[in-house]
């Protein structure tokens, strides 16, 4: 089986030197491409470099580019320019992690829609799909989405933890849906059990955060008490049995979905 990771914030701290060693065991459980994720200008930078040093031959590794909720007061009259200058870089597969969160508002909330617009007019004029972040800020964020989603390729709400409603509006919205570890967490993800049988194949895709949501399900757990790549095997097991499909038929169609999105090469 063939595993692809939509969403590794490989940039983090918690992974510094140790990057080889986490695609290696990444490769070793079968997770064969990975996009990493950009949630800021440096950090996009920094996940572009990333790819370049760790994957010469731009087979494995890819990149979103962009400036999260949390970052968006950040956001100037530079940085949209900024943004699409890294977007052109080979790598560079979506436009994100972008979006809404309501729940931290780290961000003023005019700041974070301001942000979330610009990218979305920029994702649109580059014909690049969508990364997007969204928490306890469903009805904003659709509203704002609704006037861009005709002129977007595609978008994934990533990490989906939202109650049924909001599924619904984004299936409707002609939204993908990744999951994580989240529905593995058995204080707070059982929502999400029957849920995932209401994504149609074609519009479901995996990822594992790392180093964030570490699969609660895992045995054994790692010491460090990190997420990695190597472990999206146990988001697989967790969605295929709420599923009632084959661990094997979720990692082929959550595959062939996640290359056709982010229009990655296929692997031999």
């Excluded at 079968?30 to 990333?50: K, N």
């Excluded at 800020?137 to 049924?164: M, N, Q, S, W």
């Excluded at 074609?202 to 790692?222: F, H, I, T, V």
Aim: charge should be negative.
């Amino acid at each position: 089986m063939q595993l692809i990771d939509i969403g590794v914030n490989l940039t983090h701290e918690s992974f510094n030197d140790k990057r080889e060693a986490v695609l290696a065991r990444a490769t070793a459980a079968g997770v064969c491409q990975l996009v990493l994720t950009g949630t800021s200008l440096p950090e996009s930078e920094h996940a572009l470099s990333l790819c370049r040093q760790l994957d010469a031959e731009g087979q494995r590794l890819f990149s979103t580019v962009g400036v999260h909720p949390h970052h968006a007061s950040d956001w100037n009259s530079d940085t949209a320019a900024q943004l699409k200058a890294l977007l052109k870089e080979p790598p560079a597969r979506a436009v994100g992690e972008c979006g809404l969160d309501f729940n931290r508002d780290f961000s003023p909330r005019p700041q974070q829609e301001r942000s979330f617009e610009e990218q979305l007019a920029l994702a649109a004029d580059l014909q690049m799909p969508v990364f997007l972040h969204e928490r306890d800020a469903h009805p904003r964020l659709l509203e704002i989405l609704r006037d861009y989603r005709d002129r977007l390729p595609a978008a994934v709400v990533h990490c989906f933890t939202g109650e049924k409603r909001a599924l619904f509006d984004y299936l409707d919205l002609d939204l993908h849906i990744g999951i994580t570890g989240w529905i593995c967490d058995e204080r707070r993800g059982t929502h999400l059990h029957p849920l995932v049988r209401e994504i149609p194949a074609g519009r479901l895709m995996l990822e594992s955060d790392a180093p964030y949501l570490l699969p609660r399900s895992l045995r054994p757990k790692p010491k460090s008490g990190r997420n990695e790549p190597a472990f999206l095997g146990e988001v697989l097991r967790e969605v295929a049995r709420h599923r009632q499909e084959s661990e094997a038929d979720l990692a082929r169609h959550t595959s062939a979905c996640a290359r056709a999105f982010f229009g990655l090469p296929t692997i031999e």
